[in-house]
Structure formats: C-alpha cells, structure tokens
C-alpha cells in the first residue's frame, strides 16, 4: 500500500488509474481509518481552530472576534469525530445500496470508495485558517463527488451504465447526511460554548491490570464506550449477512448498523404523528392556534417526526412552537446532552444560555431590540421541544413551555426503542 501522501496526491490527480490499484490491493477497515481518513480528517477541525481561535475572524459592524480556546478547541474535536462518523456511515450507506444498481455488497471495498471521495475535501480543509477562502473547501468536495463517480463502478462492481444514477442516489444521502452532522456541530459550535466540561464526570476504572479500561458509563466517555460496543455486535452481523451471500440480508443488516450508529447504540422509530401532535394545544402563551402540521420522514429505521403549530393575535404577537422525536438519530441528539454544553453570551443586541437544568438541556435566547425570542430543550435525550416568539417575552414563553405535559413526554422515551 503507497503512503499516505502518495495516495492522496495519485487519487486526486489520476483518480482512473489509482481506482483500479485501489480495488485490487488488500485493506482493513481499522488501516483505512486510522492510517488514511484520520490524519487527513483532522486537518479541517485543526485548521479551524487555529482560524477561529488563533487568527480570528470578522464580522460586519463587529470586527475581528476569536472563539474562546478551550471551547474551539472542543468544537475541532467533535467535528473531527463527526467527519469519521460521517465516511463510516457513507460507506454502510453506499454497500446497502450495490445490489440495487446491479453492484456487490462488500464493507471493505464501500470503505475504500468513502474514504478516498473524501480526500479533496479533507485536503482543502486546511483553507480555513484563512476564514475567508474556507469556501474553497466546497469546491473540493464537489471534485470529490467526481471521484465517487469514478470509483464505485470499479470498487462496487456495478455495470458503468448504473454508475450515474448509483452517484446521484448515494451523493443525496450524502448530502442528508451531512446536513445532520452539521446541525449536530452547529449546536455545539453556534454559541462557542463548548468548554471542558465536555468529559465531566468521566470516570475510568479497570477491574484487573490485564483487563480493558471501563469508563463510567453515565459519563460522555461511557456513553461512547457503550455506542462502541453496540456498533461492534452491528459489524459482526453485517459479516455474517456478507457471508451468507443473501443480498437483502445484508442490505438489512447495513441498514440496520445505521440505525444503531444515529441512534446511539439502539435502534429508535420516532412515536406516531397522532401521539405527537396530542402535546400541541389550542392555545400557547395566550394565543390562539392559527395553523399546524405535522410530518413523518426518512428511511426504515431512521425515521424523525416533528408537530409544528403558529399561534398569533391580531396584532403583533406571534409563536411558533415546535415539538419533535428525533427518534432515528436520537443517538446524536444523545451525544449533545452527555457533552455537558454550557455557557451564555451577551451584547447589546442581546442574550443566548445553553445549560443543563434538572437533565435537561435548555437553551434560551433574548432580543433586546424587539426582535424575535426563543426557549427550548431537550428531554429524554430524545425529544426537542422549541417556542419562538415575536411580541412574546422570554419569561411567556418559558411559562407557556412549562404548562405543556413535559414529563408525559419525557415519560415516553424509551417508547419504539428495540433492544
């Protein structure tokens, strides 16, 4: 196998001559990750730090602010964490869908063609200790998209003319994908609140000198050691499917170590639309409902589901209250609550506090120039309950949250979770 830097400079430059080479040349998933994808995914979160907390960047009528080091240092982590999360999943995403383009179902080889479609884009992250050409870095990752043209119909086996639409499916899984993971940094990183709270209560102990260390496993790290050894019995099943050779077995069984990586060990079906919509009143904060809906989507086994309702007078009040089973990807919702996110900002314009209260988080965030306010939290680790008010002052909407059946709801968490 070439080096690192040989790799990366061969797959981006002669992307058609290095893929065959990439297919016929012998790996294991622990080389890929830990020899390719995490030296180059580091340098993105590394970079931003140094740009955000180091260089600084400018804001208009603002000028030049840094995030606080311990909590950009923090955010590259977890972002760092969230990019091997993310190739993972887009591999187990891209060996479930080979049969249906006529491909073969193989971890190792979808591995491959997720790792190195990666790499421009790993690369270019290094742009981001100048803020402003971090744009640059999307370029990259459309040229990476070319790469994954290229290389699923060698890696994958499938037939060149299902190459186009085989790309075109995985890359919008690609892109839901990546939408979550980066709603998931967003609630770390909007605030630069993140601090070193995040490993607080960690607690390691080994019951023997020859045994393996076991955190505590109510703490972040014991959280991650239990999501690790589900993730674990998931990858021996989907052997097992490969080696039976049964294409829906193993498409089942990728599908269903998907579900148990966005759920955080488990697998979750969000509660039904009808049971969701029952914590949506006529009224909220004093006003009357004008309009609502309500939605179930995704895919088996990584299902969301979320209630929405505006209530408004006819002046200038108005809410909008959202209520929300984060259900198939609960276990990212999950790892937000472990990481203990606290801290709170103000300037003139206004107010934002995120912290933990009674095990909840709690977010709020107050205008000071009139502007629009916000209160939600968390419960369960599960559900996501948000008011946003025009007109409406923090203290109503925090009264009008509370006055809602919270610890029915909270009551329901462990309700379509399969052991």
């Not at 916000?374 to 309950?385: A, I, N, S, T, Y």
Request: glycine share 12%.
């Amino acid at each position: 196998m070439p080096s690192l830097v040989d790799r990366a400079k061969n797959i981006c430059l002669t992307p058609a001559t290095e893929w065959p080479v990439v297919a016929a040349e012998p790996a294991s998933p622990a080389t890929l990750i830990s020899g390719y994808a995490v030296p180059l995914a580091a340098i993105g979160p590394i970079a931003g730090f140094i740009g955000g907390s180091i260089v600084g960047r400018a804001a208009p009528f603002v000028g030049s602010y840094r995030t606080p080091f311990f909590s950009g240092l923090v955010i590259a982590i977890f972002a760092f964490g969230m990019a091997i999360v993310g190739v993972f999943v887009l591999s187990l995403i891209i060996n479930a869908l080979a049969p249906t383009f006529a491909g073969e179902q193989n971890g190792t080889q979808a591995l491959k063609v997720a790792v190195y479609s990666y790499t421009p884009a790993w690369i270019a992250g290094v742009l981001q200790i100048v803020p402003l050409l971090g744009i640059l870095v999307l370029f990259a990752g459309f040229y990476g998209l070319y790469l994954l043209y290229l290389g699923l119909p060698r890696l994958m086996k499938c037939p060149d003319d299902k190459a186009l639409p085989y790309t075109a499916v995985v890359v919008v899984c690609a892109i839901v994908l990546s939408v979550v993971l980066a709603a998931i940094t967003a609630t770390f990183a909007g605030l630069g609140l993140l601090g070193a709270g995040a490993l607080r209560g960690t607690v390691a102990r080994s019951s023997s000198p020859d045994s393996s260390i076991e955190f505590d496993k109510d703490s972040p790290l014991g959280k991650l050691q239990q999501l690790g050894n589900k993730l674990e019995e998931s990858n021996k099943k989907m052997e097992a499917a490969q080696k039976s050779g049964d294409a829906n077995a193993q498409a089942a069984a990728a599908v269903a170590g998907l579900g148990t990586l966005l759920g955080g060990g488990k697998r979750v079906d969000p509660i039904a639309i009808d049971a969701l919509k029952a914590f949506v009143p006529e009224s909220f904060a004093g006003l009357p409902k004008k309009s609502s809906s309500a939605e179930k989507n995704g895919i088996a086994g990584l299902m969301v589901s979320k209630a929405e309702a505006r209530y408004a007078d006819d002046g200038a009040k108005s809410v909008t209250l959202e209520i929300s089973d984060t259900g198939g990807v609960s276990g990212l919702i999950g790892l937000a609550a472990w990481a203990g996110v606290e801290g709170e900002k103000e300037n003139d314009s206004g107010s934002e506090k995120t912290q933990k209260i009674a095990g909840r988080l709690v977010h709020e965030r107050m205008s000071k120039t009139g502007g629009t306010n916000e209160f939600g939290l968390v419960l369960g680790d599960r559900f996501m309950v948000s008011a946003k008010g025009s007109g409406v002052g923090l203290n109503e909407l925090k009264s009008a949250v509370s006055s809602l059946d919270l610890a029915k709801l909270e009551g329901m968490k462990d309700a379509g979770v399969q052991k």
